[in-house]
């Protein structure tokens, strides 16, 4: 299984930074070139990891539809998207958690464009990871890793004689990963949640890798390879025994691949949360033809790639409400 590429190239707690440019790209407001007729400007984005991979998708194929268009995206967390869409630092922000009726009172304004989910993860190599396949963790076992920090050792979390320690690894990044988990887990908050605090999904994911008592959370994209469909190397999901029987049921066993977890999330056989929407947010309706014309073909002809990249689309009602919204 191939490593995340993400991983490798990046520092933990530096954000996440991607830009197409094209040299032609003069016109930052938005406009339609008279001559080619072809469409102009510049688009910036920034926030969630959750939607950071799939919105690069969208910038980099809209941009070979419309070669004088300039998309920037930088992923940085959640709470830094809407922070910047809202001080209009970024024409859109990536938000991966419900939006507030605080930030809607600042003007946030937002369509959902996909959805993905937030799963706990190991180290392939734990010291009971037979035990965690076969019976999972319920979510009760997830707050007392999590929350309370009762458990302290697998064997405490397995019911079995394992003395190795259990190290959890939580977001110290203002992120929708870590709200989505939190709030499983009774409806907690980010705050709430205990452990060493990593920055970022790629930060996470390599504790997890070389910690082989690790457990955190990930987001869908930074545990499943695009390609081999599978977990990446070192990591491994932890299956979540939903009806808390002590085993992990056929029903509940749909982590071997990620084709397998996406029609989870879609039939609704995941749980939401951690199960969420995942949306693009601006201060107000934006106003910019460049950046309302890639947000209608997000819409639409952009959602063909979501499977590939690993996502699951929104239902239809929501597609319908998106577009109304850009009308």
Request: hydrophobic letters at 35%.
């Amino acid at each position: 299984m191939k490593k995340h590429p993400a991983l490798h190239s990046m520092l933990i707690g530096c954000l996440l930074a991607v830009s197409f440019l094209f040299p032609s790209c003069t016109n930052r407001t938005g406009t339609t070139d008279k001559n080619t007729d072809k469409l102009t400007g510049k688009i910036t984005i920034s926030g969630a990891f959750a939607l950071y991979p799939l919105t690069v998708k969208w910038g980099q194929e809209f941009q070979k539809l419309h070669p004088k268009v300039t998309v920037n995206i930088s992923a940085g967390g959640a709470g830094k998207g809407m922070a910047d869409a809202l001080s209009k630092m970024v024409d859109l922000g990536m938000y991966s958690k419900e939006v507030s009726p605080e930030e809607k009172a600042k003007g946030a304004w937002y369509i959902a464009v996909s959805k993905d989910a937030v799963f706990p993860t190991i180290n392939s190599s734990n010291p009971v990871i037979r035990e965690l396949k076969a019976k999972g963790l319920t979510k009760q076992k997830f707050f007392d890793i999590f929350i309370s920090e009762k458990i302290k050792t697998w064997g405490e979390a397995t019911g079995t004689s394992s003395k190795a320690k259990l190290e959890s690894f939580t977001r110290s990044d203002a992120c929708g990963a870590a709200e989505m988990w939190a709030k499983y887990l009774q409806g907690k908050k980010q705050e709430d949640l205990q452990g060493l605090g990593v920055n970022g999904d790629p930060g996470v994911a390599d504790a997890i890798r070389k910690n082989i008592g690790g457990i955190g959370y990930n987001n869908l994209n930074f545990v499943y390879d695009m390609t081999s469909r599978k977990p990446y190397q070192g990591i491994d999901v932890v299956p979540i025994d939903l009806n808390g029987n002590g085993k992990i049921d056929p029903e509940e066993n749909f982590y071997g691949t990620l084709d397998e977890v996406m029609a989870a999330i879609r039939d609704g056989k995941y749980p939401s949360p951690p199960a969420r929407d995942l949306y693009l947010v601006s201060a107000g309706k934006p106003a910019s033809k460049v950046v309302l014309a890639f947000l209608n073909w997000v819409m639409t002809d952009g959602q063909k790639y979501l499977t590939e990249a690993g996502y699951v689309p929104v239902t239809p009602d929501k597609i319908k409400a998106g577009l109304d919204k850009l009308k």
